[in-house]
């Protein structure tokens, strides 16, 4: 059983009637670290907790002359604390502020903005006498970024299910660090020939483009990225600034407003979503509920948003709403563990068999242990209703996730042996016999290989 953090029971029912398999494999694409103007803004903010702040941190990023950068993208994580990620973007003054739940712990900053290099720095909050060092649990500090060239790394990996366009976007991400610009260039268009709503390969165009002065280029790809959905502002901003280039006066006054426009829609999303999660912490689901998916209509790449949505909507037993939301996240990020875990508890509830073989697959890559055992438990379901076919193909799923789950190489290989694929089922057979030797079918799998043999 996954445990969500809140008690919440795992239907096991499922239905009873075979159905298709849709054939959709779920490619987990392998994390890559982007190159530095592939940058996508997403707010990530502690989980929702009953938790009292133990501190705070206004800091302040400034130049080496003192001055505020406005802007900077500022990542905190912490290793003692594998679920805390925030997010925030300094503001006019270059302030930003980040809210401790725990103390006596060492809090990892990330400070990042196109023409500045990346900055790291670490922090330890040390409670004393129940008190965070700091006047009233606050602390206050300056933080110094150098100009340079940034090397954002977002943990997202690029969003498209094409294993050739993640291949031939890898392939151009490294042909761009290499300085081969003109074979990045390349590689990014023969992604989008493999999936040509492939965003991230639209947007890195847009950037290469701009940065090769481009302008016309630039602008196109950046209008195809937007077109799918690509809300990211430093996009926004390579069209308006590619617009202004070309002296197209038209373009670039709807590319200003849209940066503005979608930045505040951007704003308002994060207030609306700051409400519900403490509508959460109150214990008012349905009102929290609301309020995420409001967020959500603000600004659709707002994940944290849609997290919320999902981790309320599976709470309230709507797993329809919560399978749905899991995997409008899972789309950009195939590996998000609480998506995955989420889609798959929804999934259960809702009894639909096809959605849960998808999510129990997408659940192998952190839990293989459960996937393997629900997909097992499908696979005998359908063998023991003689629905051979759904059977068969359930086995091999068990197989894709463990190779070596004996009973799995059994039954798959009594199928083989009825449907007249002798030599598939005598190594299916003897496979068992090796992993299993002790298992009580053994004697019957080898008398059906000797009579497999024989024949």
Same mark, same amino acid.
């Given at each position: 059983?996954?445990?969500?953090?809140?008690?919440?029971?795992?239907?096991?029912?499922?239905?009873?009637?075979?159905?298709? &398999?849709?054939?959709?494999?779920?490619?987990?694409?392998?994390?890559?670290?982007?190159?530095?103007?592939?940058?996508?803004?997403?707010?990530?903010?502690?989980?929702?907790?009953?938790?009292?702040?133990?501190?705070?941190?206004?800091?302040?990023?400034?130049?080496?002359?003192? &001055?505020?950068?406005?802007?900077?993208?500022?990542?905190?994580?912490?290793?003692?604390?594998?679920?805390? @990620?925030?997010?925030?973007?300094?503001?006019?003054?270059?302030?930003?502020?980040? =809210?401790?739940?725990?103390?006596?712990?060492?809090?990892?900053?990330?400070?990042?903005?196109?023409?500045?290099?990346?900055?790291?720095?670490?922090?330890?909050?040390?409670?004393?006498?129940?008190?965070?060092?700091?006047? /009233?649990?606050?602390? @206050?500090? =300056?933080?110094?970024?150098?100009?340079?060239?940034?090397?954002?790394?977002?943990?997202?990996?690029?969003?498209?299910?094409?294993?050739?366009?993640?291949?031939?976007?890898?392939?151009?991400?490294? #042909?761009?660090?290499?300085?081969?610009?003109?074979?990045?260039?390349?590689?990014?268009?023969?992604?989008?020939?493999?999936?040509?709503?492939?965003?991230?390969?639209?947007?890195?165009?847009?950037?290469?483009?701009?940065?090769?002065?481009?302008?016309?280029?630039?602008?196109?790809?950046?209008?195809?990225?937007?077109?799918?959905?690509?809300?990211?502002?430093?996009?926004?901003?390579?069209?308006?600034?590619?617009?202004?280039?070309?002296?197209?006066?038209?373009?670039?006054? &709807?590319?200003?407003?849209?940066?503005?426009?979608?930045?505040?829609?951007?704003?308002?999303?994060?207030?609306?979503?700051?409400?519900?999660?403490?509508?959460?912490?109150?214990?008012?689901?349905?009102?929290?509920?609301?309020?995420?998916?409001?967020?959500?209509?603000?600004?659709?790449?707002?994940?944290?948003?849609?997290?919320?949505?999902?981790?309320? #909507?599976?709470?309230?037993?709507?797993?329809?709403?919560?399978? =749905?939301?899991?995997?409008?996240?899972?789309?950009?990020?195939?590996?998000?563990?609480?998506?995955?875990?989420?889609?798959?508890?929804?999934?259960?509830?809702?009894?639909?068999?096809?959605?849960?073989?998808?999510?129990?697959?997408?659940?192998?890559?952190? =839990?293989?242990?459960?996937?393997?055992?629900?997909?097992?438990?499908?696979?005998?379901?359908?063998?023991?209703?003689?629905?051979?076919?759904?059977?068969?193909?359930?086995?091999?799923?068990?197989?894709?996730? /463990?190779?070596?789950?004996? @009973?799995?190489?059994?039954?798959?290989?009594?199928?083989?042996?009825?449907?007249?694929?002798?030599?598939?089922?005598?190594?299916?057979?003897?496979?068992?016999?090796?992993?299993?030797?002790?298992?009580?079918?053994?004697?019957?799998?080898? &008398?059906?290989?000797?009579?497999?043999?024989?024949?």
């Amino acid at each position: 059983m996954i445990d969500l953090g809140w008690p919440f029971r795992l239907h096991e029912t499922l239905l009873a009637q075979p159905q298709d &398999e849709r054939g959709k494999a779920i490619i987990m694409l392998t994390k890559l670290r982007p190159i530095f103007w592939l940058v996508i803004f997403i707010l990530i903010v502690p989980g929702i907790a009953d938790a009292k702040r133990a501190g705070r941190l206004i800091g302040k990023v400034i130049d080496p002359e003192g &001055e505020p950068i406005a802007g900077v993208s500022v990542t905190v994580t912490c290793q003692a604390l594998p679920d805390f @990620r925030v997010i925030d973007t300094t503001n006019k003054k270059g302030i930003f502020k980040v =809210d401790f739940d725990v103390a006596n712990v060492t809090y990892e900053y990330k400070f990042e903005k196109v023409g500045y290099a990346t900055t790291k720095a670490s922090q330890a909050w040390n409670k004393v006498s129940n008190r965070v060092t700091g006047a /009233d649990g606050t602390d @206050r500090h =300056d933080f110094v970024m150098h100009p340079g060239q940034s090397t954002a790394d977002t943990g997202l990996p690029p969003a498209s299910e094409s294993s050739e366009a993640v291949q031939a976007f890898n392939a151009g991400v490294g #042909a761009f660090q290499g300085k081969n610009f003109e074979e990045a260039i390349s590689k990014f268009n023969e992604a989008l020939e493999f999936d040509p709503e492939f965003r991230q390969a639209w947007s890195a165009l847009a950037m290469l483009h701009f940065e090769q002065e481009h302008y016309q280029d630039a602008a196109t790809a950046a209008e195809e990225a937007i077109a799918l959905g690509s809300t990211s502002a430093t996009l926004l901003q390579t069209r308006w600034e590619s617009y202004r280039n070309l002296g197209n006066e038209a373009k670039a006054d &709807e590319a200003r407003a849209d940066l503005e426009r979608i930045g505040r829609a951007s704003e308002e999303a994060k207030k609306v979503y700051n409400e519900g999660v403490q509508l959460t912490k109150a214990g008012d689901d349905e009102a929290a509920l609301v309020k995420f998916r409001e967020a959500v209509e603000l600004d659709s790449n707002l994940q944290p948003a849609q997290l919320g949505v999902a981790m309320a #909507a599976v709470k309230l037993g709507h797993n329809e709403v919560a399978a =749905d939301a899991s995997e409008a996240i899972l789309k950009q990020d195939p590996k998000h563990e609480q998506a995955l875990k989420i889609r798959y508890n929804a999934c259960l509830g809702l009894g639909d068999e096809e959605r849960l073989l998808e999510a129990l697959q997408g659940l192998a890559a952190i =839990d293989p242990q459960t996937a393997r055992d629900s997909l097992f438990r499908l696979a005998t379901s359908a063998y023991d209703k003689f629905e051979t076919e759904r059977a068969a193909r359930g086995f091999a799923r068990v197989l894709e996730v /463990d190779p070596n789950h004996p @009973r799995s190489h059994y039954y798959l290989g009594l199928i083989r042996v009825n449907q007249g694929l002798t030599d598939e089922a005598k190594t299916l057979l003897n496979r068992f016999m090796e992993l299993a030797p002790n298992d009580p079918e053994v004697a019957n799998a080898r &008398e059906i290989v000797g009579y497999l043999s024989e024949s």
